[in-house]
């Protein structure tokens, strides 16, 4: 009987691309350091993808099968292809030069959209040679301060949302940019049913949502539900703030940042309410805590939530169904708390529509008594690769090296539904 094969792959400095399968058996690359080092649920492998990356983020897998990295410290976006479906890239090129800062990439219509630490930028590569050389700055953005990654994605309507994180941990932004969603329309300019498309600060007119300090990545889910993840406040204590893991922004509404947070631990209370962080006093732009907006569902402090993506597919290259439509995040772990927080990547259960739980996925980074700030790699970005049959991980080596890491389910090798061996977190 043919084996199908899934494939999960991340990047130390890390990257992944989908893997081409053989009739006979699946193609498995030998053991190497990450394979020694790193832990998956049984049925599932995991390998080195690729190297030489600098300072990957985010990534995205293209139309045409190839794994596309935000490359920071290159300001470039890499294409890493394994055309000879063995599991690992031969070629790693350069598909868009000269954007400083960038942190991810996504595709809309014709243009390639980047997001520069300081602006959206679009490219076509109008040559059809795999350089996207003509380009055009989109939107301006507030300068990189404290937090300086930038991430978009297109919604189901056809515009362009941005978020942008704080440039302070608990002061109050002067530019109202910061510590938002942003939403454009395609060609940078401000919809008309923005919820301050009129406001008399030009700054407002492109906000969606406000109030989130540092909210590195965001998905739409099928419904068209716009789902992010959110880094809250330091230096109250190593238990709170939770770790907002999801949060469902609505137009118009603001999530607490710097003035509330959500003090619940898993799955959020529908009647819960954010309490109020009493080192910063409520000012004219939030009153007390009922105007904040709690999340849906959160972790323990400082787990630092960056990348994240939904696995949907169902099909016959799919991992087992009980990864189907769950979330996937990177937790980049700890660097201020007395008991160290791990870098990993985590599954969040979706049920019925709603996060439900947690479950480790990809551990073993970090050494036991360690931390994440000299770990072997701290995840970044996630990615489903464009079969379905893979997971992408950008991560950082302390050794400042690349690589990325590919994690293959069998599904002949008696994988349990029950995710058997994986502690998970209901905190019901």
Known sequence: MRKRIAVLAASLLLVVVPLMQSQAAPVIPKEDAASARLKVPQGFAVRLYATGLRGPRLLTTGSDGALYVAERDAAQVTRLEDK????????????????????????????????????????????????YETREKVADLPAPERHTSRTLHFGPDKKLYVTSGSSTNIGPESDPRRAAIMRFNPDGSIPDDNP?????????????????????????????????????SDEISDDQPSEEIVIQIEKGKHYGWPYCYTPALGKVPADAKDVHDERVPFTDKLKDCSQSTPALFTDL????????????????????????????????????????????????????????????????????????????????????????????????????????????????????????GQRAHSYA
Not at 99 to 124: C, P
Not at 331 to 357: F, L
């Open 84 to 131: 000879n479906g063995d599991g690992v890239a031969e070629t790693s090129t350069p598909a868009a030069t000269q954007l400083k800062g960038v942190h991810n990439l996504e595709w809309f219509e014709d243009w390639l959209y980047a997001a520069e630490d300081s602006q959206i930028t679009r490219l076509k590569d109008a040559d059809g040679d795999g350089e």
């Open 196 to 232: 301050y498309a009129k406001d008399a600060d030009p700054l407002r007119r492109p906000l969606y949502a406000e109030g989130l300090r540092n909210a590195v990545d965001f998905l739409f889910m099928p419904d068209g539900r716009l789902w992010a993840d959110h880094n809250g």
């Open 301 to 420: 402090a400082h787990y630092a939530p960056l990348g994240m993506t939904l696995y949907s597919y169902t099909g016959a290259n799919a991992f087992p169904a009980g990864y189907s439509g769950n979330l996937f995040v990177a937790y980049h772990g700890s660097w201020n708390s007395s008991v160290p927080r791990d870098c990993r990547v985590e599954m969040i259960t979706v049920v019925n529509g709603a996060p439900t739980a947690s479950i480790p996925f990809l551990t073993g980074f970090r050494d036991p008594n360690g931390t994440c700030g000299n770990s072997w790699g701290r995840p970044a970005g996630v990615a489903v690769g464009a079969k379905g049959n893979s997971l992408s991980v950008t991560t950082k080596t302390v050794i400042s090296i690349a690589s990325s890491i590919q994690v293959r389910v069998n599904k002949g090798y008696g994988y349990n539904r029950s995710f058997a």
